[in-house]
T-cell receptor
Framework: GAGVSQSPSNKVTEKGKDVELRCDPI?????LYWYRQSLGQGLEFLIY????????KSGLPSDRFSAERTGGSVSTLTIQRTQQEDSAVYLC????????????FGEGSWLTVV | GENVEQHPSTLSVQEGDSAVIKCTYS??????FPWYKQELGKGPQLIID?????GEKKDQRIAVTLNKTAKHFSLHITETQPEDSAVYFC???????????FGQGTRLTINP
């Protein structure tokens, strides 16, 4: 596609439920990133993919968070047993490679845990 | 690891005046410094970037300067317009690094 596509754009879920957030990167981009942005805050790195592998998972806040990428394209971020502190905008980004190329962001998935 | 500090957190300027946002970074190995603009409800959009082999880069009303010795870089917007109102983020990364480290953002308001 023309840009990074994320779905859903908005999600309200009950505390304790699992959620899946989807990212479709720009075609041909091998690098894919997930960031989290809490209300009024900066962007917090979560995980990075190069192809289907994730060399850097250092930003995942807990073992309730996981992500996968299949076919070197679409990625899914899964949050299990959601907590209220998980409420945030989850931003996906992609770039041609991991070596200093421009990183393009999607519009984000706004998650609210009630 | 890298740490990026951004100031000010909020900035209000009159339309037509200039705006300057400053960032410092901690890792001297960082060599790529992009600036992103984020409008309400949207994802961040790259507006300009600079690499460590240059000291300044301009694109119309926007310019970025880099001081490697002092480890700081700045965004300059001249002749500000209402549509420049947004949150601006600086970031830093190393060649071959897998991620950008972002500053905390500056909310810029242009007053008509």
């Amino acid at each position: 596609g023309a840009g990074v596509s994320q779905s859903p754009s908005n999600k309200v879920t009950e505390k304790g439920k699992d959620v899946e957030l989807r990212c479709d990167p720009i075609s041909g981009h091998t690098a894919l990133y997930w960031y989290r942005q809490s209300l009024g805050q900066g962007l917090e790195f979560l995980i990075y993919f190069q192809g289907n592998s994730a060399p850097d998972k250092s930003g995942l806040p807990s073992d309730r968070f996981s992500a996968e990428r299949t076919g070197g394209s679409v990625s899914t971020l899964t949050i299990q047993r959601t907590q209220q502190e998980d409420s945030a905008v989850y931003l996906c980004a992609s770039s041609l490679s991991n070596s200093g190329n421009t990183i393009y962001f999607g519009e984000g998935s706004w998650l609210t845990v009630v | 690891g890298e740490n990026v500090e951004q100031h000010p957190s909020t900035l209000s300027v009159q339309e037509g005046d200039s705006a300057v946002i400053k960032c410092t970074y901690s890792d001297s190995a960082s060599n790529y410094f992009p600036w992103y603009k984020q409008e309400l409800g949207k994802g961040p959009q790259l507006i300009i970037d600079i690499r460590s082999n240059v000291g300044e880069k301009k694109d119309q009303r926007i310019a970025v300067t880099l001081n490697k010795t002092a480890k700081h870089f700045s965004l300059h917007i001249t002749e500000t317009q209402p549509e420049d109102s947004a949150v601006y983020f600086c970031a830093a990364s190393k060649q071959g690094a897998q991620k950008l480290v972002f500053g905390q953002g500056t909310r810029l308001t242009i007053n008509p």
